[in-house]
């Protein structure tokens, strides 16, 4: 059984990280669902429909809530048949088995529940997704991804997911323009609309290469003294998607801010410290841990010092 606060309880310190990002309405209804008033999330879900991006990451950062998945019961037990409901208790499930406190198995089933129940809704697939991405083999991942886009072909969060599980793939070792992700981050990009912020997939695909080389010891740790950044392959990715954001920005994206911190991380790695200062100012204050935090960096500290050194040039 899961148990529940006291209302009275003293709330735990705020993360270093919004998880919201800019969304002050789903910032919110976490307040809210955390203090056990699940109604906030029912009529924040029932506003956000069907744009999957943002379902999704409304839900998946409601269920980061430590007793989302008490409330979500508490949610169901007065609306037994709700899917909202539902797949909230579903990703909140999933995030207690990536904590140790829940089984895996559990979860998964909360999720092909939620799934049953909204057939069309990519987000119980998503939930899976996530759980497999710890737990699971290359095989299942595979197919869940299939499973998330073909309900949703565009789906921001899947896609950054299957990218982080491909990079992780062994090609042998040292430099690796060939790398099944960069293909994977490619033809998404060319198949998403002109105007999908899926654009910016090679920048974060190269990102997660990095990550893997370096950590094990293929890259020099430093960035600025490896070739991975300032090789043609690069140079085209980064350009290719700065361009695209000059052009496209997607301020409304649920996500974008996402997408920002990998390519100003990027142009900071690539020596173009204008073009970071642009993405900088969009960013503001909203630093997310990826791709900071790579190589076990403490992902605070390397933002500031990047965004100040890029400000400063600049």
């Not at 129940?117 to 899976?128: C, N, R, S």
């Not at 997704?129 to 095989?139: P, S």
């Not at 490619?186 to 899926?198: I, N, V």
């Amino acid at each position: 059984m899961i148990r529940k606060p006291g209302l009275g309880r003293k709330r735990a310190a705020a993360h270093s990280f919004d998880a919201a990002l800019d969304d002050v309405e789903l910032a919110a209804a976490r307040a809210a669902l955390g203090q056990g008033r699940w109604q906030a999330a029912r009529a924040l879900l029932a506003r956000t429909g069907d744009d999957w991006d943002r379902r999704g990451h409304r839900v998946t950062v409601l269920a980061l809530e430590p007793y989302s998945a008490a409330w979500a019961g508490d949610w169901l037990l007065a609306e037994p048949d709700s899917a909202d409901a539902t797949v909230l208790l579903a990703l909140s499930q999933v995030q207690r088995a990536l904590r140790g406190k829940e089984t895996p198995a559990r979860a998964r089933e909360a999720c092909r529940t939620a799934a049953a129940l909204a057939p069309a809704d990519p987000t119980p697939w998503l939930g899976l997704l996530i759980l497999e991405r710890e737990f699971g083999d290359g095989q299942e991942v595979t197919r869940l991804f299939g499973e998330v886009r073909a309900r949703y072909a565009d789906h921001h969060h899947a896609h950054h997911l299957m990218v982080a599980r491909l990079a992780e793939r062994s090609s042998g070792t040292g430099p690796d323009p060939l790398h099944e992700v960069y293909d994977f981050a490619h033809w998404a990009a060319e198949q998403a609309p002109a105007d999908s912020p899926l654009a910016i997939l090679p920048v974060v695909a190269h990102a997660e290469r990095y990550r893997v080389l370096a950590t094990a010891g293929h890259e020099p740790a430093d960035p600025a003294a490896s070739g991975h950044w300032s090789g043609r392959r690069a140079r085209q990715v980064m350009k290719a998607a700065f361009d695209w954001w000059l052009e496209w920005e997607q301020e409304g994206h649920p996500r974008r801010l996402v997408d920002l911190n990998f390519l100003a991380h990027a142009k900071v790695c690539e020596g173009r410290p204008a073009e970071a200062a642009a993405l900088f100012h969009r960013i503001g204050e909203h630093v997310t841990p990826a791709p900071w935090s790579y190589l076990d960096r403490d992902p605070h500290p390397a933002f500031r010092a990047a965004r100040a050194g890029a400000l400063g040039t600049a």
